[in-house]
């Protein structure tokens, strides 16, 4: 197979140059805010300390001024959780592959933070199986990540099980990272819910989910669809049936928006992809909302 990081990085050229350039000078690094420290302990005020680094809760139990000790982080971690259930295997709104634009965005996303020395892993699965790919900074390991990520997502491959991502990542991951979903669209009930709560009190959380096409469409309407999660066809007659479509679309609007709701609620950065040409635009936005602690 031919190396997707190669297509990633020409996509990069060719597309938006003006915002990649961005990203690759500077925006990527201002969504890690504070002063690339972890808390380390306390120990006692001394002249010269600065004011901001005492810690006042601590102080008032002690009753004697203590001051927070960080411990540099070099490096920052980030794990892509991607859904490599068959649902992936679909198309978009714009007829391409749910598959291409995970990869393009996951490998845009990597080769970004590899250019700002950081470290990129992969934690991939379905309802078979998670697969774990350690954080490392290089190209070849990039490499292996969106080459696992093509392999695994197939259309006669296991059933989608975002749940299954989360809890391996709640139960596994130790270390605090930047976490970055990347999932079909899906409804989030309150077993999602507490998962990523649990999972935002230790990381940092941002989603990406990619958008299926509707099966109504009426541009589509004449072409042959299958769903996914059955192997079946869908009959031409329901995909023509307008009040099924005006209330197929409602239905997603509330999922969408309730969607959002529940990550607005979290704290969680998130943007839709509709296909390619949305990644760079979406994945700017993604960055600049985390940046500003926007949803």
Not at 126 to 151: F, K, M, W, Y
Not at 163 to 192: E, G
Not at 271 to 282: D, H, N
Request: with cysteine; net charge positive; proline share 3%.
């Amino acid at each position: 197979m031919s190396s997707l990081l190669v297509k990633v990085r020409a996509r990069m050229a060719i597309v938006a140059q003006r915002k990649v350039r961005g990203l690759l000078e500077g925006e990527y690094l201002s969504i890690f805010k504070g002063r690339s420290m972890d808390f380390d302990d306390l120990r006692a005020y001394e002249p010269g300390d600065e004011v901001k680094d005492i810690d006042w809760k601590a102080t008032a139990r002690s009753a004697h001024p203590l001051v927070r000790r960080y411990a540099a982080t070099r490096k920052h971690n980030i794990l892509l959780l991607v859904d490599t259930g068959r649902s992936m295997a679909a198309v978009t709104p714009t007829g391409e592959s749910k598959r291409d634009v995970a990869v393009l965005a996951s490998g845009m996303l990597g080769y970004i933070a590899q250019k700002h020395g950081d470290l990129v892993g992969l934690a991939a699965g379905s309802a078979d199986d998670v697969c774990l790919l350690p954080t490392r900074g290089n190209n070849a390991h990039l490499e292996h990540v969106l080459q696992t990520i093509h392999r695994a997502i197939a259309i006669d491959g296991p059933k989608t099980d975002l749940l299954n991502v989360l809890r391996y990542a709640a139960t596994h991951v130790r270390r605090r990272m930047m976490l970055v979903i990347v999932a079909s669209t899906t409804a989030i009930d309150l077993v999602h819910e507490r998962l990523l709560r649990r999972l935002r009190a230790q990381h940092e959380i941002m989603t990406i989910w990619i958008d299926d096409l509707a099966p109504g469409d009426p541009e589509r309407v004449s072409l042959a669809l299958h769903d996914v999660d059955d192997a079946g066809l869908l009959p031409a007659f329901i995909r023509r049936n307008k009040k099924l479509h005006t209330e197929y679309f409602h239905a997603r609007s509330v999922q969408e928006m309730n969607t959002a709701a529940t990550f607005d609620s979290l704290g969680i950065a998130h943007v839709r992809m509709s296909g390619e040409q949305t990644v760079i635009p979406q994945l700017f936005r993604l960055l600049e909302n985390k940046k500003h602690g926007k949803r």
